[in-house]
């Protein structure tokens, strides 16, 4: 209205005509701002002007609070506090305040307000009052409010989820990366959010990752998406893990996001492993038990006839010894000898088995000290029969220095008799027929005794069940052997395993313990 009367326009009447109309259109806007409590107050905090927002709001009419002091819209502990003088004294310092605090209405309730004083000053500078706005927050506020506890809800909710999540947008960009996704990848939220999630992905699958995004965006044809799948991941040091992956979509204000949860399977698949290696141990259990039972029933009923053998024996070379005739004597006197040892070695056998039985018993197996040399030694001589007509050479390789160990001579003899006996028959196609038996210090306390060949050698895969019950190289084994053998020594403590020869064969070691050393002995 000012702007349409002419600048040079005198006419006292005129100008108090367009002031009229001004205040007129002005009163209109402020009555039509009925959200907002406009109101004026004089210099001493009286009511002056009153909009009808302000009795929306606040519940007085214009009539009843024309002329009446502001300080009645405080609670009344901000009146006791002298808050409303306060708050005018700051207006006219500043020159306007800003703030949320309580007011009250007309019947006594209280809300939530937006509040906004401004001191007003005429030409001169003087101050005439003061303008206050007044907004009703409280259902805002409580909206806000309730918006924070569901975000701090479902933030306390994803954070014990013990899957991962991770939020993308369309273009694979990490939005938000959960607690147990820190856990699970080693990276920090900070460190992850605003990059491409393939960041978390093996070389591999990130290659391919932004592709099946494009082309997902241009076709709809899912990859992941909707789909439980079984991917791998890539932790922040580097290594990858099996994972059980799970995409869904949203669309949220128009803009594509994605959210996936992510189990770590790393812990299930090495449960797994695990059971599967206890059920392989219990068949071994199962078989070695099988395997025990049957060698308890041979040993009693093979004990017998062995012994009317050594019986029978002993009597031909006593009918033997009885001859006088001088012509047959020489030959006799070979034949008693034959026989003697014949007798010697039924009643080893016997032993061996009687060791056996008791082995399998579970009694007493006569572990005592040993010289290491002399028991390696009488085992050969028995292992070697006939390696000499089948073209073996023997290599004995001691150790320089004499060992005493704590073993079942028998059973220990009975190992390194299976192992000679394993070498020699592996060695019968081969041009270079060699067999090595050592003995060395292993670690302390414990010798390591070797047998190796120049045979044709075992395959990886089949040496790493090679000492399973029922496992064997041989076309007519039955793949006891070297279960038994395992048996004996791990009985002693001490451990077998097979090596392959650079030049061609196959290397079978095992420890013994060394005897513990008497008083007065020195550790050589």
């Known amino acids: 209205m000012i702007a349409s009367q002419s600048p ?61 002091d502001f300080a009645i819209f405080y609670p009344a502990d901000d009146i006791a506090a002298g808050k409303p003088a306060a708050d005018l004294a700051r207006a006219h310092c500043d020159g306007r305040v800003e703030e949320e605090s309580w007011r009250v209405r007309k019947d006594g309730s209280e809300f939530l307000a937006h509040v906004t004083i401004t001191a007003l000053h005429d030409d001169a500078g003087a101050l005439r009052g003061f303008g206050k706005v007044i907004r009703d927050i409280t259902h805002e506020k409580a909206a806000e409010a309730a918006i924070v506890r569901r975000e701090h809800h479902l933030r306390s909710i994803l954070n014990t989820v013990p899957d991962a999540m991770i939020v993308m947008n369309e273009n694979g960009i990490v939005a938000s990366f959960s607690a147990a996704a820190e856990l699970v990848f080693g990276y920090a939220a900070s460190e992850v959010i605003g990059q491409n999630v393939a960041m978390l992905m093996p070389q591999t699958e990130a290659r391919d990752h932004d592709a099946h995004l494009r082309k997902y965006r241009q076709t709809g044809e899912r990859h992941v998406i909707g789909n439980v799948r079984l991917e791998r991941a890539m932790r922040k040091n580097g290594e990858t893990f099996p994972i059980e992956l799970a995409v869904g979509e949203a669309s949220i204000g128009g803009e594509r996001i994605f959210t996936g949860f992510i189990r770590d399977l790393t812990n299930r698949h090495a449960t797994e492993r695990r059971l599967q290696e206890l059920q392989s141990e219990l068949i071994h259990v199962s078989r070695v038990s099988a395997m025990g039972t049957m060698a308890s029933t041979l040993a009693h009923e093979i004990n017998q006839p062995l012994t009317a053998i050594a019986n029978y024996l002993e009597a031909t070379r006593a009918m033997i010894a009885d001859g006088d005739d001088p012509v047959l004597a020489p030959l006799l006197a070979d034949v008693a000898e034959a026989l003697e040892l014949a007798a010697a070695q039924s009643l080893r056998a016997g032993t061996i088995v009687r060791r056996l039985r008791a082995f399998v018993d579970g009694g007493d197996t006569g572990f005592r000290d040993e010289a290491l040399d002399q028991l390696v030694e009488e085992a050969t001589s028995l292992g070697l029969l006939g390696a000499h007509e089948a073209g073996i050479t023997v290599v004995n390789r001691a150790s320089p220095s004499p060992a005493i160990v704590r073993v079942d001579r028998i059973q220990i003899q009975q190992v390194l008799v299976n192992l000679i006996r394993n070498a020699i028959q592996s060695m019968a196609a081969s041009p270079i027929r060699t067999l090595s038996i050592a003995t060395v210090p292993e670690r302390e306390g414990w010798m390591q005794i070797t047998v190796a060949d120049t045979g044709t050698g075992i395959d990886t895969d089949v040496r790493a069940r090679l000492f399973e019950a029922f496992a064997t190289t041989k076309e007519d084994g039955m793949g006891l052997g070297l279960s038994i053998c395992r048996t004996i020594v791990e009985a002693h403590g001490g451990r077998i395993w097979a090596d392959g020869v650079p030049s061609g064969g196959t290397a079978f070691h095992f420890t013994v313990p060394l005897a513990p050393l008497q008083e007065g002995d020195t550790d050589v």
């Not at 039509?32 to 409590?37: D, K, L, R, S, V």
């Open 8 to 68: 040079h326009e005198t006419d006292p009447q005129a100008v108090a005509r367009g002031d009229a109309m001004l205040a007129e259109e002005l009163g209109l806007l402020i009555d039509g701002a009925t959200t907002y409590a406009i109101y004026m107050l004089d210099r001493s905090g009286r009511v002056t002007i009153w909009n009808r927002g302000a009795e929306r709001i606040k519940g007085w009419a214009e009539a009843e609070i024309i002329g009446r």
